[in-house]
């Protein structure tokens, strides 16, 4: 193994063409994992760029849900990801079995169930179709009118599409520990600091954060957001993955992490398990290697394929 990061920079790539692989990492990994990666971006665009790959292999830097995704609508490649333990709050919030216990003994309200890409695969193959926070508004609109819905397993998220879109919606109440750290005191104080900055925040912030922010979109829409916003000040309430890509792509404005209660800005620590000496090793054993039993990919596949199609 190098020890050089730039040694071991290069020993990835030579890997990484030699096993025809494609490196996709999610924008909250580390700065120099998204640098090596041959494709940066949300949950939509990855799923776009698993389905689509030619590559043997897909190393998938983000969390275990991730990968798994590009296993179900790829299954031929081989799926790879540093660290099997990049868990994930929101999928650990609705287990398989309790969402399928909940469905039966709720048979009668026959719901139209959607899932929020953050959920195991299990969780997919029971839903009617999967959004994610790029998308859910427009997923949301294409439900059918004659069916309640039941939106898993992200309470934030789905509370503000039902802002968006004025339809009713029961809530799974799973969180993202990292997104609901962000208080309203915490961002009104930075706010206090940069009085003409102007906010952007994800919507698995909790409702008290999103009432501050002058804008709440995916991690992929805060690019253009940042890039157009009609301010040089910009606090960022996301994961602090975002602020690397951000300060590459939106290079002339100031950008300031939104802080936490506890610090000046908030870390996925499922996310970060990931290293550049995890990345390689992966690459070199092929290993851990996401595998799911066929029946529950492809009962999976279908409602994440209904959702690429209603997203063109
Ligand atoms: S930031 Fe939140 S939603 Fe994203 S992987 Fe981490 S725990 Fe899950």
Redesign the pocket.
């Known amino acids: 193994m190098p020890t050089a990061a730039l040694d071991l920079k290069e020993a990835i790539l030579q890997l990484k063409k030699e096993r025809n692989a494609v490196i996709l990492a999610?924008n909250?990994q580390t700065g120099d994992i998204q640098d090596l990666a041959d494709y940066v971006g949300d949950s939509l665009g990855l799923a776009y760029q698993a389905k689509a790959t030619e590559a043997d292999v897909i190393v998938f830097c983000?969390?275990h849900?991730?990968a798994e995704t590009a296993k179900i609508v790829n299954p031929s490649k081989t799926v790879v990801l540093p660290d099997r333990d990049?868990?994930?709050?929101?999928?650990q919030s609705c287990p398989g079995p309790e969402l399928e216990a909940f469905l039966q003994a709720n048979a009668a309200k026959n719901y139209y169930v959607i899932a929020y890409i953050?959920c195991s695969a299990h969780v997919k193959s029971l839903c009617d179709v999967i959004c994610t926070s790029g998308n859910a508004v427009r997923i949301v609109e294409q439900a059918p009118s004659d069916r309640p819905i039941l939106f898993v397993p992200?309470a934030n998220l789905g509370a503000w599409v039902m802002e968006q879109t004025g339809r009713k919606m029961d809530l799974w109440q799973g969180s993202?520990?990292?997104?609901v750290e962000f208080t309203r005191d915490s961002i009104q104080r930075i706010k206090d600091e940069y009085p003409d900055a102007l906010v952007v925040a994800h919507p698995?912030c909790t409702q008290a954060v999103r009432l501050l922010a002058d804008e709440v979109c995916s991690t992929e829409k805060m690019i253009s957001w940042c890039k157009n916003a009609p301010s040089d000040h910009l606090i960022v309430v996301?994961?602090s993955g975002m602020l690397h890509r951000l300060r590459k792509e939106v290079p002339g404005k100031t950008l300031i992490a939104g802080p936490t209660e506890r610090c000046a800005c908030?870390d996925?620590?499922?996310?970060k398990l990931n290293t550049l000496e995890k990345l390689h090793q992966c690459l070199d054993r092929l290993s851990p290697e996401v595998v799911l039993p066929e029946d529950i990919r492809a009962k999976a596949e279908a409602p994440l394929l209904r959702m690429l199609e209603q997203s063109k």
């Open positions: 999610h909250y983000g969390v849900f991730m990049a868990g994930c709050s929101l999928e953050n992200d993202c520990y990292v997104h698995e996301t994961e908030a996925c620590k499922y996310m």
